[in-house]
């Protein structure tokens, strides 16, 4: 069975909150998973990549902390 890579994408938007998507680098696709507030982002991407991982994908991370 292949293993696809699922970048997790964090992005702060501020001192308070943070949005989350996931991106498949081979279809170049990005889906938005909302936005979150920093206090929970530990468990919140943890559990996305332990979500992932269970599911047997390759999981990587991408962080932006400035603006674009």
Known sequence: ????ECRIVITHVGPQ????GMFDPVSMCHEP????????IERIVGDLRTRME??????SFSEVTGPR
């Open 1 to 4: 069975m292949r293993q696809l």
């Open 17 to 20: 909150r943070f949005t989350l």
């Open 33 to 40: 998973l909302g936005e979150h507030p920093t206090s929970d």
């Open 54 to 59: 269970r599911e047997r994908h390759v999981v």
